[in-house]
């Protein structure tokens, strides 16, 4: 993750994301997706024309995640939970999307990351007073600690949403962020998170080709653990396994081994 810059990965999903169909809560705002991400195209070249098989995978993985943890949190506020963590938030609009009077929804991120996208918000008019933004760094110890200062309050229930995080962190920090989520997860809380996993026998096929270009704009792939290992590693963070969604079961185009899980916090 470069300090220096938002990131590149945030934008490009935010992009491919913009225009699905997606539900929206009452006092939501189901158009923030849209005018953030045009925000984020201005004045960007346009990709490259057609869809590669490559594209298609990811159109297709970025989808089943989204359909998937638009559901949890459709859930969640249906279930009575009143906070939601959203880590690693990137141009993710589900505070807005799912704007709840009397939910708190709070977002972490690199300061680089959501520093642009507080300032695109502000210039799209889009109110975020209701929205706790905690900018933090998940290879480094401090995490707890923000969301206290933020109001996160570890007596109740909270969701957390994980999605498209965990592969860029050292596996040190991998297995540290969900625990540091578990720590302060009262009974009923939830976490669901998109994981990239590899075959055990450790060939990467596809996850290898997409590591170099990922390490070209500096967000390189560093953790890709086979799914049993993946799986164990967020149980021995303090969660159970509640459901896994491997993105290739649910769409065809989309590569094996791209999983979201939903984990419980008993
Ligand atoms: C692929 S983007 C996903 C963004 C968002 N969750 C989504 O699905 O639209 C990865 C996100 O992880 C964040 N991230 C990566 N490494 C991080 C770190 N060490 N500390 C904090 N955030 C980090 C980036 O800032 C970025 O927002």
Same mark, same amino acid.
């Not at 799912?98 to 708190?104: D, I, K, W």
């Not at 596809?206 to 953790?223: F, N, S």
């Given at each position: 993750?470069?300090?220096?810059?938002?990131?590149?990965?945030?934008?490009?999903?935010?992009?491919?994301?913009?225009?699905?169909?997606?539900?929206?809560?009452?006092? &939501?705002?189901?158009?923030?997706?849209?005018?953030?991400?045009?925000?984020?195209?201005?004045?960007?070249?346009?990709?490259?024309?057609?869809?590669?098989?490559?594209?298609?995978?990811?159109?297709?993985?970025?989808?089943?995640?989204?359909?998937?943890?638009?559901?949890?949190?459709?859930?969640?506020?249906?279930?009575?939970?009143?906070?939601?963590?959203?880590?690693?938030?990137?141009?993710?609009?589900?505070?807005?999307?799912?704007?709840?009077?009397?939910?708190?929804?709070?977002?972490?991120?690199?300061?680089?990351?959501?520093?642009?996208?507080?300032?695109?918000?502000?210039?799209?008019?889009?109110?975020?007073?209701?929205?706790?933004?905690?900018?933090?760094?998940?290879?480094?110890?401090?995490?707890?600690?923000?969301?206290?200062?933020?109001?996160?309050?570890?007596?109740?229930?909270?969701?957390?949403?994980?999605?498209?995080?965990?592969?860029?962190?050292?596996?040190?920090?991998?297995?540290?962020?969900?625990?540091?989520?578990?720590?302060?997860?009262?009974? &009923?809380?939830?976490?669901?998170?998109?994981?990239?996993?590899?075959?055990?026998?450790?060939?990467?096929?596809?996850?290898?080709?997409?590591?170099?270009?990922?390490?070209?704009?500096?967000?390189?792939?560093?953790?890709?653990?086979?799914?049993?290992?993946?799986?164990?590693?967020?149980?021995?963070? &303090?969660?159970?396994?509640?459901?896994?969604?491997?993105?290739?079961?649910?769409?065809?185009?989309?590569?094996?081994?791209?999983?979201?899980?939903?984990?419980?916090?008993?």
């Amino acid at each position: 993750m470069r300090a220096d810059q938002p990131s590149l990965t945030a934008l490009a999903v935010a992009l491919f994301r913009a225009r699905m169909e997606r539900p929206a809560s009452p006092d &939501g705002d189901p158009g923030a997706d849209l005018a953030l991400a045009r925000s984020l195209a201005s004045g960007r070249e346009p990709g490259p024309a057609g869809e590669g098989s490559g594209r298609a995978a990811l159109r297709a993985w970025i989808s089943v995640r989204t359909r998937v943890i638009d559901g949890a949190v459709v859930r969640a506020l249906a279930s009575g939970v009143d906070q939601v963590v959203i880590l690693g938030a990137g141009y993710d609009a589900r505070a807005l999307r799912f704007r709840t009077p009397g939910v708190r929804f709070l977002e972490v991120d690199h300061p680089a990351t959501q520093a642009d996208k507080r300032a695109r918000l502000a210039e799209l008019g889009r109110d975020v007073d209701d929205v706790a933004f905690v900018p933090a760094d998940f290879t480094a110890p401090g995490l707890g600690d923000a969301l206290a200062a933020a109001g996160h309050d570890p007596g109740r229930a909270t969701l957390w949403v994980l999605e498209g995080v965990l592969r860029y962190l050292p596996e040190q920090w991998f297995r540290a962020l969900p625990a540091a989520a578990a720590d302060r997860s009262a009974a &009923g809380s939830t976490l669901v998170a998109s994981v990239t996993t590899r075959e055990p026998d450790g060939a990467t096929g596809r996850v290898g080709h997409e590591d170099g270009r990922m390490a070209e704009i500096g967000e390189p792939v560093l953790t890709v653990p086979p799914r049993a290992v993946a799986l164990a590693w967020l149980e021995e963070a &303090g969660w159970t396994v509640e459901e896994v969604v491997d993105a290739a079961d649910a769409d065809p185009d989309a590569h094996p081994g791209h999983l979201v899980v939903t984990l419980g916090r008993v």
